[in-house]
């Protein structure tokens, strides 16, 4: 008896319904008798999840193979290939199992290779390419009602289902599998593990460094980064901020940030700036709002390899302050999200000190002089860090020339003209926002638009009539 039978290869680390369900639509598409999932071997999983952020996430071939049994139970059309398994390579060959799974089924009238929509982008550069192609059918179809590049993108359950165990979301979890397959998932020494803790701002969590780019708005000034926001708030004079709102690159903006000369009360006031910048930050961008939120109660840390103590933690020796952990979590409860009780201290700014005294900083206890430039930021630990640094609402943001007056209103427009400290005269083209969190796109002739926040252009922009 003739037989048509669809291949379907992959890592399955875990196998889904997704996959169940793309192996039979497969099946029904093409008229197949057989599906068979071939899964891939340990060396390759173990390379292909080294390239995420959870390296060690790899379930072995025998926990694999039983998820996809288990999976396959119900229907006898599905069934196992483990023909891959105990090799060391990194990259099987394709063609080489499909002529091995031909072999097995030497009564099989055609043999079909289903792809994911992904794999199609590699599919043409394969070396066998030609040779495939020439011995057995591809399936990617799309039919009313299923995509089947979709339903994997949709899904994504290879991470998503690891996401919702490590977040303890049972339920979630279930639904992408089978519950044969979550109890195998879940079962005592698999390497997947509910997080306790957020400790790296990379991969999913790259938005809570300073160094992403969301474009924030601070005292009167667009920033391409928080990272270039807190460094040129280490100036005083508009001036010298305004090469750090046209450079996107943060670490080029972390090198400009040593090289300017630093406010003599930096060290009181950098961590309520800090406070300003990330949370001006998380209200221009509701999206990073909502990815804040949804980190749920976890603990924030930025844990760093530069041994930055002061805004992070220490990976090597797990010290440190983890001011900027800290923050991120008082303004994730400040946006509707879970709160943590050492994430409620306030930064205060506190007066600079006077020329010729020292007083004692409110962060380190330590004795400050107002000569601090260059010594008090290298003394910081963790200078490299991805974080920023800075802080108080309107501390430090005047410009120590003649300041400007007050606008005659407080009512802003489109239409109507403002006198900046540092871009001159420029038109306010829209307002967006309500209340105190208005934000003004001005536009400046020589200079481009700018996005001003209202509270601060009123104290520092004068509104031009007549």
Known sequence: MSQKIVVFGGSFNPPTVAHKRLLSAALDGVGADRGIFLPSNDAYVTKKMGKTDYPSEVLSERTRAAMLNALCAGDGRLSVDEGE?????????????MKRVQANFPEAERLYFLFGGDKLKTFTKWKTFREFCESYKIVVFKREGFDPGEEIERTKALREVRDAVRGGDDERAVSMLTPEVFALLTAAGSPIHKETAITSFRGRYAFLSNFHAAPVTFEGMTYPTNEAAFQA??????????????????????????????RSDWEF???????KIVRAKFGEHPELAAQLVATGDLPI???????????????????????????????????????DTSADTVFPAAPAPRPGRTATSPVSGRSVSPSVSRSAESGQAGQDSQAGQDSQAGQGGQSPKQPMPPPAESVFAAGMTIRHPAFGTGTITAVSGKGDARILDVEFPGVGKKRLGVVWVEKNCAVVTG
């Open 85 to 97: 398994y105990g090799y060391s390579g990194t990259s099987g060959n394709s063609l080489d199992t």
């Open 233 to 262: 708030a280490k100036c005083l004079d508009p001036d010298d901020r305004v090469p750090f709102t046209e450079t996107k690159n943060p670490v080029l903006v972390k090198r400009m940030g040593r090289k300017v000369t630093l």
């Open 269 to 275: 006031v950098k961590l309520g700036i800090m406070e």
């Open 301 to 339: 840390m930025e844990g760093n390899s530069w041994h930055d103590t002061f805004w992070g933690v220490d990976a090597s020796t797990g010290r440190g302050e983890n001011h900027l952990g800290k923050i991120l979590m008082k303004v994730r409860k400040e946006c509707g999200g879970a709160g």
